[in-house]
């Protein structure tokens, strides 16, 4: 797939996420000349030209990937430089697409996304939400995010969060497990160094698994687990009612809670 980034650019805020997004760039051979990062610290981003203030230009795409706490301070700053050709891309979880163009009212189309960290291996779950009907700004986004992994649009702006609860945050859930698992095998007898190694490997390796074989979980468990053996014994325990389920439906619950506080304190502001 051949895309580009619509220029000029700029990466506003290029922390872990965009800098992941970046380097999943980098690594599609995407042309990064015109293109700049602007970021308080100027840390330097390979082949890409870093700037501490927004230079005198009129942008044709800014990507937002600062902290959503920071929008505030931001945006007055910005917005004036945002005409009626700039595409606005947000990652600011919680931030609606309502309170962006209450933001950026001139921005020709605003598009959120919610990428995950395993975009920088193009690896990754970019879902995109807009209100604005720009087939051609929808298009250039749509194939920049296809670059990086599986980039599906959302109908309601809901499931944006839903999504982003799941593959956003999701890389930290599955890592807590595996070093759950880790620590498991540290009671038992195991040193730590080689338990949280074969903890994380069994994790790399059961998604490199499923992806070649194209099976889903459930099957995948299924394949491990032979009747009346060992793992069936495990997995009882996590279908049961003090299981997994439950843990997780609460673990997601409390991060869609924060996801609504985020967009109250923006709505306030
Ligand atoms: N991390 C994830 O897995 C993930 C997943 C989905 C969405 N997101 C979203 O991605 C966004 C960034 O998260 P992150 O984890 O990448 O945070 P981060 O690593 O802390 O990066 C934040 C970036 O914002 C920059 N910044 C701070 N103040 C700024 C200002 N006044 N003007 C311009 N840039 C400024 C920082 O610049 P300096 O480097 O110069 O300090 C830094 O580059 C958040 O909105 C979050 O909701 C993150």
Known sequence: MTAAIPVPAWLVGCGNMAGAMVDG??????????????????APVESIRTLTDYPDQQPRFVMLGFK?????????????????DTIIVSM?????????????????????IMPNLPVAQRQGVIPLYSED??????????????????????????QIAAIGAISASGPAYFARFAEAIGRAGVTHGLSSTLAHSIAAQTLIGTGAFAAAT??????????????????????AVLDGPEGLQPLVDRMLGAALKRVEELAEAARRN
Not at 92 to 112: D, E, K, M, V
């Open 133 to 158: 009907r720009d087939d051609q700004a929808c298009d250039a986004v749509e194939g920049l995010m296809g670059l990086l992994g599986l980039a599906p649009w959302c109908e309601h702006e809901d």
């Open 68 to 84: 959503p706490q920071k929008l505030d301070e931001i945006a007055p700053r910005l917005e004036p430089h945002i005409e009626s």
């Open 214 to 235: 194209g099976e889903s979980m459930g099957e995948v468990a299924r394949r491990v687990a032979s009747p009346k053996g060992t793992t069936e014994q495990g997995l």
């Open 92 to 112: 600011l979880a919680g931030i609606t697409a309502s309170i962006l163009r209450q933001r950026f009212p001139n921005a020709r189309a605003i598009i959120r």
């Open 25 to 42: 760039w980098r690594a599609s051979a995407v042309d990064f000349s015109n293109v700049a990062v602007i970021r308080p610290s100027g």
